[in-house]
């Protein structure tokens, strides 16, 4: 499949937000995902993320996490100075600028005449963590969630976070993946966010794997290549299958114009 890739500034309280698009070329609508980032922000392996979504029929929408905090393009190295510049930056944010940005691009994705207006969202590490709290927007119908930090713990942004009592306004479905080797995500996190997931009656698939984290990264040591292809196959049938496959019309054959006489 053929894609696009163009960028918007969307509105948001704190002001312009720079989001990236990548969708198919195809005429046609196709369903939305807004895929939030790593604190490194739009790096190369979240650009093959979101072309790999959009490849598969969505209209992806990449927003600059930390749009308020860094200029507008920024990706922070996978160094050491790009991971502390990221982690000072996930918590001089107010939660409430996180979740401000996630209407901003969940409306852009409603509003584009390349969508259906059936919705979802993947994160990855602190993106994970925004993707949890994005799907408690209604009209979400489907979440990924890999590796999401600090949820068990409630210290996104300033002043922490209240995701985890939050969690009963899920109401989309839900894949959780986590490596079993993160220790960002401790064994005891990871317990407390199944518990709440599963008291508050949320509908989702839970998938502990032995890898490390940032196993999805397509760069660096930690990369593994068969869990990303498998993490991948499943967000791909669960979007697929809770936001359909766009509704571009398709050319009747022959033999089905001759069957109708």
Not at 140 to 160: N, W
Not at 181 to 202: K, L, S, T
Request: proline fraction near 6%; aromatic fraction near 8%; hydrophobic fraction near 40%.
């Amino acid at each position: 499949m053929i894609l696009q890739e163009e960028q918007s500034d969307l509105a948001t309280p704190a002001g312009p937000m720079r989001t990236y698009v990548a969708r198919p070329v195809a005429k046609g609508r196709y369903p939305g995902v807004v895929l939030f980032s790593e604190i490194f922000q739009h790096t190369g392996p979240i650009k093959r993320t979101a072309a790999l979504l959009a490849g598969h029929g969505f209209v992806v929408a990449v927003p600059e996490i930390f749009h308020e905090l860094e200029l507008a393009g920024a990706e922070l190295a996978y160094d050491q100075a790009g991971a502390d510049q990221g982690n000072k930056d996930k918590v001089g944010k107010p939660v409430s600028a996180y979740d401000a940005d996630a209407r901003a691009a969940l409306a852009y994705l409603e509003g584009s005449p390349h969508c259906t207006g059936k919705l979802g969202v993947m994160g990855i590490c602190i993106g994970g963590h925004l993707a949890y709290r994005a799907a408690m927007n209604p009209q979400v119908l489907a979440g990924a969630c890999f590796y999401a930090t600090d949820i068990h713990k409630g210290s996104l942004g300033l002043g922490g976070d209240d995701s985890l009592a939050r969690t009963g306004e899920l109401r989309g479905e839900m894949l959780m993946v986590w490596g079993r080797q993160d220790p960002h995500v401790p064994a005891e996190g990871r317990a407390r966010i199944y518990a709440r997931m599963n008291e508050a009656g949320v509908r989702f698939t839970w998938h502990e794997w032995n890898g490390q984290h940032a196993f999805l990264r397509d760069e660096g040591p930690r990369y593994d290549p068969a869990l990303a292809l498998t993490g991948y196959r499943m967000v791909i049938d669960l979007f697929a299958r809770k936001l359909g496959e766009g509704d571009a019309p398709a050319e009747p054959s022959i033999a089905v114009a001759e069957a109708r006489h």
